[in-house]
C-alpha cells in the first residue's frame, strides 16, 4: 500500500505573531519559533508548498494600548514593521533547520527583504521555497488575517490555515466565555453574523467572495498542522 498522501499542494498558513511569544510576554521565544519551524519544515518536507503570513501582535499591534494617542495609520505601520522583523527570525529559524525560505514584503524595504512580486512568489513555491509574507497587506487599517486572505487567493492556495492559540472557532472567544463551544464546521456568512472574533470581517468575506475555505486550529498543540495537511479532523473549518 502506498503512503497517505496530503490533501492539500499549497497552502497559506497564517501565524500570529503571538503565537512566537510562547509563555514570555513580549517579543519571540527562541524554543517556540523552532518548534513551530519544525512543524512547517515536515510539511514542507513531504512536499506541500507554504507560504506564510506572519502577524506582529507579539511586538505592536496599531490599536493597542501602546499606540493610544498616536495617529492610527503611523502605529499600523509600525504594526507592519513588526510582521517584518518577525519574517526575518521565522526565515533565520528555517534556514536552520534546512528549510529554504524567501521573505517578502508588502512594504518597500529593499536594503532588509525583497519586495512582493506575485510571480516571484510562484516561482519560489514551484522551487519549493517556503514564502514569507512580511509587512500584510502593506495598508493601514488592514490585519495581517486579511493579509493571509488576500495572498492565499492571489497564489491560488487551496485554504488558509490559521494557526492560532484556541483549537478552532468558537460560540464566543473561549478566553472569555468557559462556557463556549466549539464548531467543527461553520460557513463564512454565520461567522461573519455571529460576529465571532477569531478574524476580522474583511478577512472573513474576502474568502467567502474568493471560496477559499479557512481552517483555524491550534498551533500549540504538536503535530495538528500534519494532520491538518493529511486531512484528518482537526479544528474548525469555514467555508461558503
Ligand atoms: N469565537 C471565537 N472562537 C475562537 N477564538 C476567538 C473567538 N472570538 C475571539 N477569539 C480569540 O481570537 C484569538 C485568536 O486570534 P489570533 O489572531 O491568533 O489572536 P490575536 O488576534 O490575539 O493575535 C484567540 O486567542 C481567541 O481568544
Ligand atoms: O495589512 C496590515 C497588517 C497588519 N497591520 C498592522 O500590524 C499589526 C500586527 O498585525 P496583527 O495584529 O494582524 O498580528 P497578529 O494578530 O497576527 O499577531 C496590526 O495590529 C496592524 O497595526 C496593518 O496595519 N496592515
Known amino acids: 500500500m502506498s503512503a497517505p498522501q496530503p490533501v492539500h499542494q499549497r497552502i497559506l498558513l497564517k501565524l500570529s505573531g503571538e503565537a512566537l511569544m510562547g509563555d514570555d510576554a513580549f517579543g519571540i521565544n527562541q524554543?517556540?519559533?523552532?518548534?513551530?519551524?519544525?512543524?512547517v519544515a515536515e510539511v514542507a518536507r513531504i512536499g506541500v508548498q507554504?507560504?506564510?503570513v506572519i502577524g506582529g501582535g507579539n511586538i505592536f499591534r496599531g490599536i493597542a494600548g501602546g499606540s493610544a494617542g498616536m495617529d492610527r495609520a503611523t502605529a499600523d505601520y509600525m504594526g507592519m514593521?513588526?510582521?517584518?522583523?518577525n519574517a526575518l527570525a521565522l526565515a533565520d529559524?528555517?534556514?536552520?533547520?534546512g528549510v529554504t525560505a524567501r521573505v517578502m514584503s508588502a512594504i518597500d524595504i529593499q536594503q532588509v527583504v525583497e519586495p512582493y512580486v506575485r510571480p516571484k512568489a510562484l516561482q519560489y513555491l514551484e522551487e519549493g521555497k517556503v514564502v514569507i509574507f512580511a509587512a500584510g497587506t502593506g495598508n493601514p487599517f488592514f490585519t495581517t488575517d486579511t493579509a493571509a486572505s488576500l495572498r492565499g487567493a492571489e497564489i491560488g492556495a487551496e485554504v488558509v490555515l490559521k494557526a492560532t492559540k484556541v483549537d478552532g472557532v468558537y460560540t464566543a472567544d473561549p478566553m472569555k466565555?468557559?462556557?463556549?463551544?466549539?464548531?467543527?464546521?461553520?460557513?463564512?456568512?454565520?461567522?461573519?453574523?455571529?460576529?465571532?472574533?477569531?478574524?476580522?470581517?474583511?478577512?472573513?468575506?474576502?474568502?467567502?467572495?474568493?471560496?477559499?475555505?479557512i481552517r483555524v486550529f491550534s498551533i500549540v498543540k504538536p503535530g495538528?498542522?500534519?494532520r491538518v495537511v493529511m486531512g484528518e479532523d482537526e479544528g474548525t473549518l469555514v467555508t461558503a
Open 81 to 85: 514593521l513588526a510582521t517584518v522583523m
Open 224 to 226: 495538528a498542522l500534519m
Open 93 to 97: 529559524a528555517m534556514g536552520k533547520q
Open 177 to 213: 466565555d468557559p462556557t463556549a463551544t466549539r464548531y467543527t464546521r461553520l460557513s463564512f456568512d454565520e461567522a461573519i453574523g455571529r460576529h465571532l472574533g477569531i478574524m476580522d470581517a474583511t478577512a472573513f468575506a474576502l474568502c467567502r467572495d474568493q471560496k477559499l475555505p
Open 50 to 52: 507554504v507560504a506564510v
Open 31 to 39: 524554543a517556540t519559533i523552532e518548534r513551530m519551524v519544525a512543524e
